[in-house]
């Protein structure tokens, strides 16, 4: 089975100070991570995912994200936040060697950061 | 995502309704999914597809059903609506292998009363 937590349910930050939204995972295998964000009233965008090589990932609009492996972790990271990143982050992980179900994404509940001007 | 299409993008019905909730996708991806949003949650599968041939059971299947029309087209239907399914409907496609990630619509907000 796979899962993933995301133990914060809200995190504030004030506007050019770094942020982190944190995500652990569970696999029996080797996972595949993904990070998306949901601004208000829309669907979910790709922000960025690890597959394999090199531990930390860049993505879209600045963000990038940390595989830790000892500590199952894959944190969101960006080092200057801006008001315009106030939204709702999964993360998201899937087992590559889960077999038939392994196109199937597990979700955590999700982050709302909120940029403070 | 405009890639990625739902319709209606608001419905409010009444208990014992059957509504159908259409998704279109102009990326040319063979898989499509069907999810639901509940605060708090996260999103939860309800069914996914393969190909127009294969359809699978997600994780909250009951009281729901599709069809894959087309390679483009995937529709969710509820065939008696009840209140504890008002929720976030999104659908979703993906490209060939498991480490593609997914493109998402805009949702479809259903409200059952």
């Known amino acids: 089975a796979q899962s993933v937590a995301q133990p914060e349910d809200q995190v504030n930050v004030a506007e050019g100070n770094p942020l982190t939204v944190k995500c652990t995972y569970s696999?029996?295998?080797?996972?595949?991570l993904f990070w998306y964000v949901q601004y208000p009233n829309r669907g979910l965008q790709f922000l960025l995912k690890y597959i394999t090589g090199d531990n930390l990932v860049k993505g879209s609009y600045g963000f990038e994200a940390e595989f830790n492996k000892s500590q199952t972790s894959f944190h969101l990271k960006k080092p200057s936040a801006l008001v315009s990143d106030s939204a709702l982050y999964f993360c998201a992980v899937r087992d590559i060697q889960s077999g038939a179900g392994s196109y199937q994404l597990t979700f955590g509940k999700g982050t709302k950061l909120s940029v403070i001007p | 995502d405009a890639d990625v299409t739902q319709t209606p993008r608001n419905r409010i019905t009444k208990t014992g309704k059957r509504i159908m909730l259409e998704c279109s996708q102009t990326?040319?991806?063979?898989?499509m999914y069907w999810y639901r949003q509940d605060p708090g949650l996260g999103l939860q599968l309800i069914y996914y597809s393969f190909d127009v041939k294969d359809i699978n059971k997600g994780e909250i299947s009951d009281g729901y059903s599709v069809s894959r029309q087309a390679q483009a087209k995937f529709s969710l239907s509820l065939e008696s609506a009840i209140p504890n399914q008002t929720a976030l409907y999104f659908c979703?496609?993906?490209?060939?292998?498991?480490?593609?990630?997914?493109?998402f619509g805009p949702g479809t907000r259903l409200t059952v009363l």
């Open positions: 979703a496609t993906s490209g060939g292998g498991a480490w593609n990630e997914q493109f």
């Open positions: 990326k040319g991806h063979d898989r």
């Open positions: 696999v029996s295998g080797n996972p595949y």
